[in-house]
Each structure stands twice: as structure tokens, then as C-alpha cells.
């Protein structure tokens, strides 16, 4: 369950509120689209903006939404106890596994990092995706602490923030991961730009931002590399550059994917959480720009 | 209002429930103690663990026994509208200021933080003082940013982190601050190792983590610097060196404060709130050795 395309959709919000309608309307979109997973309430989904009552309601939105394919649910949170509520309404909602960052304010050590795991793995009988993001959470998993975790049972993935950009360091790295952690613990890339080359590399998931708006690109390159077709994939990544350049760019892979969004109508203007404000008119023309060179269409509504 | 010693007491957790009795006493003890404000639920009050509710309440415990000490509230959260629901709180609360930092799971631009404060700042009477914590926050300020958001006439007051180490370069450091902020506004230091050189600095106020659990020494070395005796000030930060290195090896000031105030037994043991653990008995008895050789003593209760 835990290989191929897992698509994150946005939580798209309106006067502060989630979006309902345009929520429901993304996740039916991915649920005709031939993705592997859908993962609500990860960072692309602003997970950490809402409270527990909100996200038990996404979570449920989504389940309801995403016809037959299996729905993640992010439980990620500052304290154990909010952690440990967010699981119990992600069961509720029907979710079939839970992805976990290692949120800071204080910094935590790797030892505290383990025992939220524990923690969690013991109170659910949900499988439990390791999400290391570091670029938001500022927490850095080693590979040490990976294995550590990984012998949790209750552990299936582990999400990985990017590979190398050189192709055999980025084989070494999978391979120094899949060394260490139980067979049954898939390793899935994420950092869109990444996704071809983590999946080249070895990587039997790709976590993919974009995908969870416009999964047809991200389709299209981890079929090309399950097919052995791995030049392709490359060359299919290689097409998207402008888009890569924009995250780079533009403050992120969510705030870019939330603006193509609203460039496309799927959610409303300016969509994500206040104090995260909508792109300038300069930036946002940068977006409309890319999208029509791209040809990047959102695929149909179920 | 803004100036002296402003104290931060640790928000106690017992079986992750906030500890309203041992509480009560870190406030209590402050309120006799002589410091000028006593600011509740900041970094070491483990503001972002809490929900709006217990926030809510810890404001009101906390005005309930400061006796005629003002106290003032954190509010920062991740989102606005969390920030506004609990500036009405500590409104509610009967709080004399407000405490603002720019807490982030995506990064912020200076734009979205400035719009953060002048919402914020348009929402309340209360004087708010910006609370700038780049080692939790990851948002760094600017002189230029402190400056625009100063304008804003809600800002009584900037937090900062702390001042460089050689004294005219600190010097140097506040002046440039203060030749961009109008008069009104003060600036305080933290970092309570930066305690005595940010006073004698030139800064009009000390944020201390320790003063909240510990008021002596760091109201001794602001008497010495409001008396002129500089040097005075210098020997008696120079004589908690112990202290300030326990604050650097062992995960911060926050952490090294609830351990002493566990060992003082102030709190219960384990006092900071899952997934932030107790620390181990070594480290535990370093932090005794430091406290009995120091003779580091709470003061009386009200």
C-alpha cells in the first residue's frame, strides 16, 4: 500500500475556514486519477494551521471523497497528547495509515524523536509513514534514527526529503536506508524535483506536492520507471524544470501548488492559512505563465 | 511598563495537564520578588504545546496571583486567527501586555510577519511586544523589519536574542535598533547569559528564563546596572558561568530552568509536556551540583 504515486492535496481555506466544497473537489479529481494513495493534512495540506477538530473533519472529507483508493492521514503536532488525538480521529475518519513528523519548537533529541513514535505505534493499529522534513520541522533524522524507528512495528514507510542529485550517490543513499530498516518499511522520496531520480534510485514511493493538484505529470514518470524506462522519466522530469524553478523561486512547493490552483479555479483566491498570504500580481503571472507552457491540467472530477 | 526584569515562569504539566498549583507558586513568588512584570507563557511557559482554552486559563491564573506585578501574555500560535482568539483570552485574562512571536511551519516573508502584527496590533488595546526567537522560530528579523513594525502603534517593546559579545559592538548593535524605533517602543534582552551585557548595552529591559523561576541574580545585576556599578553587573553574570554553560551542553535555558525547578521541587518531576522529556540522571545531577554551588534559591512565597 505504501509504493507508487501518494498524492498530498491541498486544504484549501476561504475567510478562514476549510474550503469544504474545494477540498472534496480535489480529493474526487485524485480519486479517478490512478494514484497509488492520497495523504491529507501534509504540509502541502497546512496539517500544522488546524486544530484537532478541523483536521478529524478533513480527515473524514477525505476518506469520503476518495472513493477506492487508500487515504494517509498527517497526525503530526507539538505535544504527544495532540498526537495521540489527531490518530484517534484519523481512525475514526477511516484512514488507512498515518504519516508523523517530528514537529519542533524547542528542539527535540533523537531519543525524544523515538519515543513519539513509540508512543504512537503503540496506541494505533494504523500503519505509520516516518514524514522527515526537515526544511519546516527542523528536525534532522540520521539514518541511525531511521533504523531505530523502522523495528517499531506498527512502522510501514518512511518519507524521505530528496536523494542526491548525482544518480549513483543517489542509489548509494537508498540503498544505505534499505540496509537497515525491515523489509516490510517502504522508503518513499519526496521534494517534487526529486521524484524521477528517487524513484531511479530505488525509492518505492514518490510523496509528491504537485501530484496531489496535477497528478498526471507525476503518473507519467513513475510509470516510465516501472516500465524500466528510465530515461524517460528522467526526460519527463527534466520538461517540468520551470515548475522546479518556481518552488525554488517562489517560497515552496505549497505556496506554488496553492497558486496554481487558484490559477485553475480548483480552490478559492489566496488559499492558504493567514499569516501565509497569496503570491504577489508579479508572481502569480510567473505561475499562469509556466502552467500554460506546461499544459498542466488537474485531470477530470470523478 | 516595559523595562527592568520581566520574569517567564515555566507552565508546569503534570500527566500532561497544566500543574495549576505549582503554577500559582512560580507566580506567586514572583509577584513578591521585586521583578517589573512577570510574562507568562512564553518559550519557557511552553506557549505553542497549549490549546486557546489552556492558554487561556494559564493567563488568568497567572493575573489572578501576580498581586499588582503587570503580566503579560505569549500569544504567538501558527495561525492568525489563533493569535487573535488568544489576545482576546489574555485580554479576558486581565493581562497589561501581549508578547508576539512569529512562529512558522512554512517559512514567512517580512511582509507576512509585518501584516501578522498590524492585524494583531489593530485588534486590541494592549501594548504588544515583539517577541523575535530565531532558535524556535526559525524567522529572522531585521533592524528594517524591527523598524516597520515598531510604526505600528500598538508596539510597546522588541524581545531580542540576545547581543554580541564584545561591548561596543553590543553597544553598536542596540543603538542601531534604537535609531530606527520611536522612543516609545523599549528593547529588551534575552538570552539570560546576554542578561548584563544587553542592560549595560543600553537595552531598557531583561526578558530572563531564569528570573522566572530564579529572581535573585538577575535582579541583582539590573540593580548594579541602574546604580552604574557595570562592573559589579559583569562579576555577578561572570559568577553564574556555571549556569550559563549548563544552559549551552544541555538543550537550552527552558530545559535547564524546569530541571532546576524539579530539583528545587517547585514542580513535579518530568515538568515540561510530552514529547519533551525529563533529562537523565546524570544530567539531573549536574544541574544540582550547579544549583547547590551556586546556592541558587526561589525566594519566599506571597
Not at 473533519?57 to 494517509?72: H, I, T
Not at 506554488?256 to 492559512?273: D, H, K, M, N, Q
Request: glycine share 10%; proline share 6%; net charge negative.
Amino acid at each position: 500500500m505504501f509504493t507508487g504515486v501518494s498524492a498530498f492535496p491541498l486544504t484549501p481555506f476561504r475567510n478562514d475556514q476549510v474550503d469544504e466544497k474545494a477540498f472534496a473537489g480535489l480529493v474526487r479529481r485524485l480519486a479517478v486519477s490512478g494514484v497509488d494513495s492520497i495523504t491529507a493534512l501534509g504540509s502541502t495540506g497546512s496539517y500544522p494551521y488546524m486544530t484537532t477538530q478541523e483536521r478529524a473533519r478533513v480527515a473524514r472529507l477525505a476518506v469520503q471523497n476518495a472513493g477506492s483508493v487508500a487515504v494517509f492521514v498527517g497526525i503530526g503536532a507539538l505535544r504527544t497528547s495532540q498526537v495521540l488525538a489527531l490518530a484517534r480521529g484519523a481512525e475514526e475518519a477511516g484512514a488507512s495509515g498515518l504519516l508523523l513528523s517530528a514537529m519542533t519548537y524547542q528542539s527535540l533529541t533523537p531519543d525524544e524523536v523515538f519515543e513519539l513514535f513509540r508512543t504512537v505505534t503503540e496506541s494505533t493499529e494504523l500503519p505509520v509513514i516516518v514524514y522527515d522534513n526537515p526544511g519546516t520541522t527542523h528536525f534532522h533524522f540520521t539514518t541511525e534514527l531511521y533504523a531505530r524507528i523502522a523495528e517499531l512495528p506498527g512502522i510501514a514507510s518512511i518519507k524521505i526529503p530528496g536523494v542526491p542529485a548525482d544518480p549513483d550517490e543517489a542509489r548509494r543513499h537508498v540503498a544505505s536506508i534499505r540496509a537497515v530498516i525491515p523489509e516490510r518499511v517502504t522508503i518513499g522520496v519526496s521534494g517534487d524535483a526529486f521524484g524521477a531520480a528517487g524513484l531511479i534510485a530505488g525509492c518505492d514511493a514518490w510523496y509528491t506536492v504537485i501530484g496531489g493538484t496535477i497528478p498526471g505529470p507525476a503518473l507519467g514518470i513513475a510509470r516510465a520507471v516501472r516500465e524500466g524506462r528510465v530515461e524517460d522519466a528522467r526526460a519527463e522530469s527534466e520538461q517540468l524544470t520551470p515548475l522546479w524553478k518556481l518552488f525554488a523561486d517562489l517560497g515552496g512547493s505549497a505556496r506554488v501548488t496553492a497558486a496554481i490552483a487558484e490559477y485553475l479555479g480548483l480552490v478559492g483566491p489566496s488559499c492558504l492559512p493567514l499569516p501565509l498570504r497569496g503570491m504577489s500580481a508579479e508572481n502569480r503571472a510567473r505561475v499562469a505563465a509556466m502552467v500554460e507552457a506546461l499544459g498542466l491540467q488537474p485531470g477530470p472530477e470523478a
